[in-house]
């Protein structure tokens, strides 16, 4: 069974920084890769995303320019680097995979557990 397995959440007070990491059971080739996350009483939405070769990277208008998504290929690994943290990116980050963007958003996605993220103001 395919799994993705996030880490690095946690506590971090507003303008601090985390880094979040998705270990993958598998490679997944010509994939496109990224996060989205949930908060309190919210629905899920789309942070960032970048594909296979990292030619193209996705961000959500609220993140771009404080947040970074990137891959490792070799290590079956994706990161997100967040810097400039705001209290309300304070949510559950999930990891996801895709054949496709669309696909990675819609029914064709593969998701993790998540992990907590919590910005204090």
């Known amino acids: 069974q395919v799994q993705l397995v996030e880490s690095g959440g946690g506590l971090v007070q507003a303008g601090g920084s985390l880094r979040l990491s998705c270990a993958a059971s598998r490679t997944f080739t010509r994939y496109t890769m990224g996060w989205f996350r949930q908060g309190s009483g919210k629905e899920r939405e789309f942070v960032a995303a970048?594909?296979?070769?990292?030619?193209?990277?996705y961000y959500a208008d609220s993140v771009k320019g404080r947040f970074t998504v990137s891959r490792d290929n070799i290590k079956n690994m994706v990161y997100l680097q967040m810097n400039s943290l705001k209290p309300e990116d304070t949510a559950v980050y999930y990891c996801a995979a895709g054949p496709t963007l669309a696909a990675m958003k819609g029914d064709l996605g593969i998701w993790g557990q998540g992990t907590q993220v919590t910005v204090s103001s």
């Open positions: 970048v594909t296979w070769s990292s030619e193209n990277t």
